[in-house]
């Protein structure tokens, strides 16, 4: 049995929940932070590959397969629950080989909050067996797992609200 740690944030975001979900759905958009290469991502990047015919939906599938640090990593992900602009899960399935974490589970919920939504975003992730990846985990992965959320959620605010406008001085 695999022990199972959670972080969760929920942020507000000035748009329709019709608009977040659509944006949030959308793999290409919530994947972004692994797709250019960052800090936090050891100057690697990791391409994405859709499995499934479909996009978005139910049982929509992807791989992520890639180098972190020369260190390959390989992983498939697939949609197991999608309620149309309200929520969506997705997690790995197979024999992901992944460096910090042996599984993850994410999770989305959108509520109406007055003209708003508030967007909660959850990941349940497990750590490697592997004593030296178990121990680098330990230390890496909530740190990840926060910067993930963070910057998932901060990503859709940042392209879905209006910035405000200032006042002349």
Excluded at 123 to 130: A, K, V
Excluded at 131 to 138: D, G, I, K, T
Aim: glycine share 6%.
């Amino acid at each position: 049995m695999r022990t199972v740690t959670t972080y969760s944030r929920t942020i507000l975001i000035h748009a329709p929940r019709e608009a977040v979900f659509h944006y949030i759905d959308d793999i290409a958009h919530t994947g972004m932070h692994m797709t250019g290469r960052s800090m936090m991502m050891m100057g690697s990047k990791l391409l994405l590959e859709r499995l499934s015919p479909e996009a978005t939906g139910p049982n929509a599938r992807y791989r992520w397969h890639g180098r972190m640090m020369g260190i390959p990593m390989d992983f498939s992900i697939a949609v197991t629950k999608w309620v149309a602009d309200r929520e969506k899960c997705w997690e790995t399935t197979g024999t992901p080989w992944m460096i910090i974490l042996s599984w993850y589970r994410m999770m989305f919920h959108l509520e109406d909050e007055g003209s708003g939504t508030r967007a909660t975003l959850s990941i349940d992730y497990s750590l490697p067996n592997q004593w030296f990846w178990n121990l680098m985990a330990r230390v890496l992965a909530p740190w990840y797992a926060k910067w993930c959320l963070k910057n998932m959620l901060e990503d859709c605010r940042a392209a879905l609200e209006q910035p405000t406008p200032t006042s002349a001085i």
